[in-house]
């Protein structure tokens, strides 16, 4: 079975950065797109960056654009999300999941993490 | 942006009945050229990550129970549970795929009657 553990959340500053990872296992992670999405407390579902297979292509929520940095590193399976000047509407939990689609664009989110709680607070 | 909203709220239902979940995109997300649409449907229990139920819209993933159906095409959709069991109880989220960004109805809490 697919395994995604996310971490690297915690309290941060507001205007502070922090880097989220999310170790994966189980599946050729160097195949497949993944996604990074995150929850407010008590809130709905936002969707936060996209990144292709292979690095090459990379996209971005109109609220993160400019401040996050979606990445990932092939050869230690291993996707991260470098957050930089934080703000208080950016705390929640932070989810990886991995995209169904072998060497392709994205589609929907098939398998999740358990998530990492992100804190921007003064 | 796709605008997806999502009715009801909230629902109660009695055990072993019918629940129905609608959901609607602001433009269609029916792809013409390979006849899909690009549609999926989640459920998340209290303290626990979403879990993917539906993809294009009407395909179960694997090890979802046949008592979780969808349906729609287009613009109008439907998550029905045919049956609620008690480990129905969640909130459930539809969301398209269709162009970026992937965005999410708000969603809709399922409780027992």
């Known amino acids: 079975q697919v395994q995604l553990v996310e971490s690297g959340g915690g309290v941060v500053q507001p205007g502070g950065s922090l880097r989220l990872s999310c170790a994966a296992s189980?599946?050729?992670?160097?195949?497949?797109?993944m996604h990074w999405v995150r929850q407010a407390p008590d809130k709905g579902l936002e969707w936060v960056a996209f990144?292709?297979?292979?690095?090459?292509?990379?996209y971005y929520a109109d609220s993160v654009k400019g401040r996050f940095t979606i990445s990932r590193d092939n050869s230690k399976n291993t996707l991260y999300l470098q957050m930089s000047s934080l703000r208080a509407e950016d705390t929640a939990v932070y989810y990886c999941?991995?995209?169904?689609?072998?060497?392709?664009?994205?589609?929907?989110?098939?398998?999740w993490g358990q998530g990492t709680l992100v804190t921007v607070s003064s | 942006d796709i605008v997806v909203t999502q009715s009801p709220d909230s629902l109660a239902v009695s055990l072993g009945e019918r629940a129905t979940i609608n959901c609607r995109s602001s433009?269609?997300?029916?792809?013409?050229?390979?006849?899909?649409?690009?549609l999926a449907w989640y459920q998340q229990k209290p303290g626990q990550p979403p879990k993917l139920l539906i993809y294009?819209?009407?395909t179960r993933a694997s090890g979802v129970p046949d008592r979780f159906s969808g349906s729609g095409s287009g613009t109008d959709f439907a998550l029905t549970i045919s049956s609620l069991q008690a480990e129905d109880v969640a909130i459930y989220y539809c969301?398209?795929?269709?162009?970026?960004?992937?965005?999410f109805g708000q969603g809709t809490k399922v409780e027992i009657k």
């Open positions: 999941a991995k995209d169904p689609n072998y060497g392709g664009n994205f589609e929907y989110f098939q398998y």
């Open positions: 294009w819209a009407s």
């Open positions: 189980r599946f050729t992670f160097s195949g497949y797109g």
């Open positions: 969301q398209q795929y269709y162009s970026t960004p992937p965005t």
């Open positions: 990144i292709l297979y292979d690095g090459s292509n990379k």
């Open positions: 433009q269609s997300v029916l792809y013409s050229s390979n006849n899909k649409n690009y």
